[in-house]
């Protein structure tokens, strides 16, 4: 699989509104942007902040850019990068290990939340709709998934016998991840997910899956290419959110993988954060659906129902990850130190764009953590100190 980047200059398309089938909660005129759209640059307070904030900065270092033992022994937190947006401004941004601001970080599942930006785009089209079946857009290799919507997949619900097993995980040769990305899979990840059998009824339970985003990217290239072109991502995401950096592997049939691959800068991919801060407003114009955003933060019905494999800091709405209480099933917020309603996009090996509305703030990550003793809630709590009492 290569990479692909596109080279077009950043431009709105027209958007066709359409309802959605009272799946959307109204919302206001798009918000007022208290600095300048960062499409072309983001505006900088770093200098004004580290003269007030040199304390709190010092802690924030501390804990992410701290490495111990040996680099090659990856061990403890292992940040790559690390960026604070508040209101509009880049607060803070430091890199460690090799990168710097130019170069694209491997964003792992953070590609996920923006696979869910691309439904909401998809679904304001009119180029699906939440309850199609997958079998109007694509062939599943099993008939019986044709029971699975576009609701289903992004909800983590469509009741696949997925194994989402890692490198530490359970046993290679049985881990349906590793075999779509590294194996079999490769050729055609839409035939390769939809050959698994069915464990559950589509809807009714929640199981993390890469496989679920990935037939869900292969639903929306099948819908949009006819009408958008091979190079849909770009064209109606992320050129118009200026992601120049922007590159996102395909499978061998073209379809990009749209679970994992997606490359760029951790400042582009705090313009997916800054997108939904702003309730999917970009440069004025409402570019998701109306309520788009609201609905993809709330908690999602299958997870209320039946789970698979999930920890306690797995609270999940459209393919973002929330700090909110699962009703009638968890009371415990998953990170205590940050506002309730902050939700992320996260990704293997501590990827990480936060969003934390009742604040302003976006915190992005890029990171090389193994051995599983990083915190995003210590992180959070570090980051909400240096914006605490800021204008």
Known sequence: MSPHRSRRKSWLPALLSVALCGALPASAECPTVPTAWPTEVWPEAREEVASVRAAQLQALEEYAFTLVGKDEERKGVRTDGLLLIHKGRIIYERYGRGFDAGKRHLSWSMSKSFTSALTGLAVKRGAVSLDDSICKHVKATRQDNCAITVRNLLEFASGLDWREDYENGGTHQTSSVLAMLYGEGRKDMVAFISAHEQQEKPGTSWRYSSGDTTLLAGVLDAALRPSVGREWPWTLLLDVLGMKSATWERDAKGVIVGSSYLHATPRDLAKLGFFYLNDGCWEDTQVLPEGWVARSTQ?????????????????????????????????????????????????????????????????????????????????????????????
């Open 299 to 391: 908690v999602s019905a299958p997870i209320k129902l039946k789970s698979y494999e999930r920890g306690t800091d797995d609270v999940q709405g459209w393919h973002w990850w929330l700090n909110r209480p699962i009703p009638g099933v968890q009371e415990a917020l998953p990170w205590p130190s940050a506002p309730e309603g902050a939700y992320a996009a996260r990704g293997h090996w501590g990827q990480s764009i936060t969003v934390i509305p009742s604040k302003q703030l976006i915190v992005v990550r890029t990171a090389d953590d193994r051995d599983g003793s990083f915190s995003l809630d210590r992180l959070l709590k570090l980051s909400l100190a240096v914006v605490e009492g800021l204008p």
